[in-house]
């Protein structure tokens, strides 16, 4: 609100409207936008990368809604997707987080069934994928081979809370078969839907930003609830 607020007295209005308030939430949430001239190679490259995190996003069955894909640079990133649930979410289940990992892995997919290459704008996605997998086998009893144990404090060394190399080894384990099984998925869903991918691409392509209506509209994925501004 105090980011609308001031962007509101920059532009010499008198209240604040409700576009402020939209675009201090994409500021704080996203990072400011930056003035970045792209190479058309790497612009398409992200358009591909974005896309691929929206569609698989779309794909996946309770995941929260893609509310925006935009190839414009905001902070560190060349592009970004953004989605949020519909109410306030306080406990996961496996599968809504499995999706949460395919789709944090679908950029980095899509790239490599398009391209052939990985590149390191894959980043961030793959430490929040890691995360998430490292909760799942060593925090909420998500892992058949662990069992219904804490393995990993929230913080400080796992040594100290009498956890073994061994058992360890065996967590680490487990999150990368996580892993590679989510990457896995995410690389056939993008084959199976390549056309879906292709129409947000395009439209990325000639638009560089898509509101949520857009993007399903793109992908011809029905959105029984899409925002109303």
């Not at 309770?62 to 894909?69: F, M, Q, W």
């Not at 996961?92 to 704008?121: H, K, P, Q």
């Not at 084959?191 to 399903?216: G, P, Q």
Request: a negative charge; aromatic letters at 4%.
């Amino acid at each position: 609100v105090n980011e609308a607020a001031l962007a509101a007295a920059r532009h010499g209005q008198t209240h604040v409207t409700h576009q402020d308030l939209i675009d201090a939430l994409e500021k704080v949430q996203l990072g400011t936008a930056r003035n970045v001239v792209m190479p058309e190679e790497q612009r398409r490259r992200t358009a591909y990368h974005e896309a691929g995190h929206a569609l698989l996003g779309m794909l996946q069955p309770g995941a929260d809604p893609v509310r925006k894909v935009s190839i414009i640079p905001r902070g560190h990133a060349l592009g970004v997707t953004l989605s949020t649930p519909e109410d306030d979410r306080y406990v996961y289940s496996e599968e809504y987080l499995r999706g949460r990992i395919i789709g944090a892995v679908g950029g980095m997919a899509a790239e490599e069934e398009i391209f052939g290459v990985v590149t390191t704008g894959s980043e961030s996605d793959l430490e929040n994928a890691t995360n998430i997998a490292r909760g799942m086998v060593g925090r909420w009893g998500m892992s058949d081979h662990i069992g219904p144990v804490s393995v990993l404090p929230k913080e400080g060394d796992p040594h100290m809370a009498g956890v073994s190399d061994a058992m360890l080894g065996v967590v680490d384990g487990e999150v990368r078969r996580i892993i590679d099984e989510c990457y896995a998925e995410a690389r056939k869903l993008l084959r199976d839907n390549r056309d879906k991918l292709d129409s947000i691409v395009a439209e990325l392509l000639a638009h560089e930003t898509l509101d949520e209506a857009e993007v399903y509209a793109a992908a011809g994925i029905p959105r029984e609830a899409v925002a109303q501004p």
